[in-house]
């Protein structure tokens, strides 16, 4: 059974610092996704990584994934308050790939 | 932009109830998703379906069941809610894997189940 877990679960961090939030999975997967969520909204795409060493970067965020590690990584810079959500790590089931297995999340409060 | 549409934002329904989740997505895509969210639980697969018609069990099916009779709608049933089925029902939708298979989410139905 596919198990994704992301640490830490909760990161309270002031802004301007820098700091990474983890993801490991237990199967083999050559992709993995980040979303999004803001309190009381759905999630939003943010990363898709779709190979071994793949590296995408948007504003203060960039992620990466080690598909050998089974390791992905959301790095942040410089954080802001406007990053303060929750984010999720998914990887594709081996069963029937077309679905996703979901972290439990990493709710993120970057403090003024 | 890919659009995804729940029916309702919000939903308070009487145990025992047959309840109606209805998704509608605008882009095509063949696969669509039933999620529910629930605090320190995550994301947790319900149902999904792969084309007009087909279904796979998620993890949780049990007290659900889905229906897809055109590519575009996707609905999920309680067939007599209860209480332990209160929670945030996400709806996904996804074209497939050879276009990365990203999965673009509806805005969310909270169900109160009393």
């Known amino acids: 059974e596919l198990k994704v877990e992301q640490n830490p679960l909760f990161l309270s961090m002031q802004e301007g610092k820098n700091y990474t939030i983890y993801c490991n999975y237990s199967?083999?997967?050559?992709?993995l996704y980040w979303y999004r969520q803001d309190p009381g909204k759905s999630l939003e795409s943010l990363f898709v990584?779709?190979?071994?060493?793949a590296v995408k970067q948007e504003g203060r965020l960039m992620a990466s994934l080690d598909t050998k590690a089974r390791l992905s990584t959301l790095h942040i810079t410089a954080a802001v308050h406007d990053l303060s959500a929750t984010y999720f790590c998914?990887?594709?089931?081996?069963?029937?790939?077309?679905?996703?297995?979901f972290g439990s999340g990493t709710r993120l409060q970057v403090q003024p | 932009d890919v659009k995804v549409t729940q029916s309702s934002r919000y939903l308070v329904k009487r145990t025992g109830e047959k309840v109606f989740l209805e998704c509608v997505q605008d882009m095509d895509h063949e696969n669509m998703f039933w999620y529910r969210q629930d605090p320190g639980l995550g994301l947790r697969l319900i149902y999904f379906s792969y084309d007009v018609k087909m279904k796979e069990k998620g993890d949780i099916p049990e007290g659900y069941s889905v229906s897809r009779e055109k590519k575009e709608r996707f609905s999920l049933i309680l067939e007599s809610a209860s209480t332990n089925q209160t929670s945030m029902y996400l709806c996904a939708s996804s074209l497939g894997l050879e276009i990365g298979n990203e999965q673009f989410f509806g805005p969310g139905t909270r169900l109160t189940v009393l």
């Open positions: 990584l779709l190979s071994n060493g």
């Open positions: 998914a990887v594709p089931r081996w069963t029937g790939r077309r679905a996703l297995t």
């Open positions: 199967t083999t997967s050559d992709r």
